[in-house]
T-cell receptor
Framework: NAGVTQTPKFQVLKTGQSMTLQCAQDMNHEYMSWYRQDPGMGLRLIHYSVGAGITDQGEVPNGYNVSRSTTEDFPLRLLSAAPSQTSVYFC?????????????FGSGTRLTVV | GDSVTQMEGPVTLSEEAFLTINCTYTATGYPSLFWYVQYPGEGLQLLLKATKADDKGSNKGFEATYRKETTSFHLEKGSVQVSDSAVYFCALSEAYSGYSTLTFGKGTMLLVSP
């Protein structure tokens, strides 16, 4: 089925470990974004990309890296995990621009850092 | 910067009651407006959208009208069902230099009892 696929669904990390959250979409969308969802905070933008090779920071980028080598994939890297990064992470994609298309979201990755 | 303010929840209703969830926004330009819904344990799904003033978005019995004069996009449903229990997010998308990202409200939990 077409859509946004995130892996893994659940992950537990120890403080200081690194990992990559994977995100792939098969809708040929230009725009991809990573959000984190925390209780009482809604969703906050971490990083986004407007096309292959182009990324930029969102509201809460510290501690995260991204790259976009292909249109389909937009991985999120945690270089040295901290307990403050315990959250639910959502990847989203869109055709892009202010076209009012809305974003398609993945099902999320629940990350716990101990 | 852009921001979205939603009424705090939880909103608790009996089945077949009328629902209103208030949403107001601030934006520098002319944004597109969205309501997303998140069912327990799932990602966000686009519920409805509106791209210009006085547009009415509708889906699954839910409606919201883009009110530019009051900068509002309130969500309404005439008769809620138990299956509508979820978290509802109001969001806006505004284009800057040819790209756009989503800004979310903090979400409103709706609980519908039989």
């Amino acid at each position: 089925n077409a859509g946004v696929t995130q892996t893994p669904k659940f992950q537990v990390l120890k403080t200081g470990q690194s990992m990559t959250l994977q995100c792939a979409q098969d809708m040929n969308h230009e725009y991809m974004s990573w959000y984190r969802q925390d209780p009482g905070m809604g969703l906050r933008l971490i990083h986004y990309s407007v096309g292959a090779g182009i990324t930029d920071q969102g509201e809460v980028p510290n501690g995260y890296n991204v790259s976009r080598s292909t249109t389909e994939d937009f991985p999120l890297r945690l270089l040295s995990a901290a307990p403050s990064q315990t959250s639910v992470y959502f990847c989203a994609s869109s055709y892009g621009g202010d076209r009012g298309e809305g974003y398609t979201f993945g099902s999320g990755t629940r990350l716990t850092v101990v | 910067g852009d921001s979205v303010t939603q009424m705090e929840g939880p909103v608790t209703l009996s089945e077949e009651a009328f629902l209103t969830i208030n949403c107001t926004y601030t934006a520098t330009g002319y944004p597109s407006l969205f309501w997303y819904v998140q069912y327990p344990g799932e990602g966000l799904q686009l519920l409805l959208k509106a791209t210009k003033a006085d547009d009415k978005g509708s889906n699954k019995g839910f409606e919201a009208t883009y009110r530019k004069e009051t900068t509002s996009f309130h969500l309404e449903k005439g008769s809620v069902q138990v299956s509508d229990s979820a978290v509802y997010f109001c969001a806006l998308s505004e284009a800057y230099s040819g790209y756009s990202t989503l800004t979310f409200g903090k979400g409103t939990m709706l609980l519908v009892s039989p």
